[in-house]
């Protein structure tokens, strides 16, 4: 089985977005960092797909996912089938 791409949506200021980076940063899994106040177009494309601007959510092979303890929860659960940074 293939590892999913996770594409992460953030900002830095974020404090709910801080405690998920710190699951990504320990277990070094391998994301794609989308900053929604740096590039407008992740905004856009995070509003466009779910209606919402909130964040962090956590697209999982196009799936998005809210909430910080379930993006964490999720994470910690599939670690086995993640790439690694």
Not at 56 to 82: A, H, Q
């Amino acid at each position: 089985m293939s590892a999913p791409k996770l594409d992460f949506y953030y900002f830095e200021s974020c404090p709910y977005c801080q405690r998920v980076i710190k699951v990504i940063d320990k277990h070094k899994i391998k994301v794609n960092w989308m900053d929604i106040h740096k590039d407008s177009a992740h905004a856009k494309k995070l509003q466009a797909d779910t209606g919402r601007t909130t964040v962090p959510c956590l697209y999982i092979d196009g799936e998005p996912m809210f909430e910080s303890l379930d993006i964490m929860k999720w994470m910690e659960s599939n670690l086995d089938n993640l790439d690694k940074a």
